[in-house]
């Protein structure tokens, strides 16, 4: 008669042996982001440059992304894509009897390039997304003013738009093969970014 340990020793020999029975062979671990991923990712900023006013409306600063990896470079990925972030302010107010309001359309269109880290210390990164990189920018500021004054006349302001080059770093962790979270810092529409990233 077998004891209970040696009967849980069996079931566990059978379990394995199935396991690697059902276990595709030659498998081998992969980085979380591959020559040929195409990734798109939309997140909320927080932290900005761009009109940090303390009064009136706002919206949050908004960004939506997407990426290629293109190249291979040592033990990582080179990707090339797209950027749109957008944050607006409005602030109204009034003055002997008059009223007025202000608006800010904050845009950015931009081309990013990054480097994306598939292995560490001899590891596959099987979760985490590890990159950086730089955006060539076109930075748009869009300026409404309005008011009930007849003697007032704003149409002439005006506020310059500028090309910039900006740097970021990021990381997106995969909990499933395609979702991810995503958080990244760096000088786009703002300084932090957390959101989800899709892969396919």
Do not use: C
Request: no cysteine.
């Amino acid at each position: 008669m077998k004891t209970s340990a040696s009967r849980i020793k069996t079931v566990g020999t059978i379990v394995a042996f199935i396991g690697i029975l059902i276990t595709p062979s030659g498998v081998k671990a992969q980085a979380a982001y591959q020559l040929g991923d195409n990734v798109i990712s939309v997140a909320a900023g927080f932290g900005t440059s761009y009109g940090a006013f303390t009064y009136g409306k706002q919206t949050p600063a908004f960004s939506l992304q997407y990426e290629r990896g293109l190249w291979q470079a040592g033990p990582g990925v080179i990707s090339l894509g797209g950027y749109l972030g957008y944050k607006s302010y409005q602030y109204s107010g009034s003055y002997f009897g008059f009223t007025y309001s202000e608006k800010w359309n904050y845009t950015i269109f931009g081309v990013r390039g990054a480097w994306h880290l598939q292995e560490f210390d001899g590891t596959e990164l099987q979760k985490w997304d590890l990159y950086g990189g730089a955006m060539l920018g076109y930075f748009n500021l869009n300026y409404t003013y309005t008011d009930n004054d007849p003697n007032v006349d704003y149409n002439d302001i005006n506020y310059s738009n500028s090309v910039g080059l900006s740097g970021f770093l990021g990381a997106r962790y995969f909990f499933t093969p395609k979702l991810a979270a995503q958080g990244e810092i760096g000088y786009g529409i703002s300084y932090l970014n957390l959101g989800l990233a899709y892969k396919f």
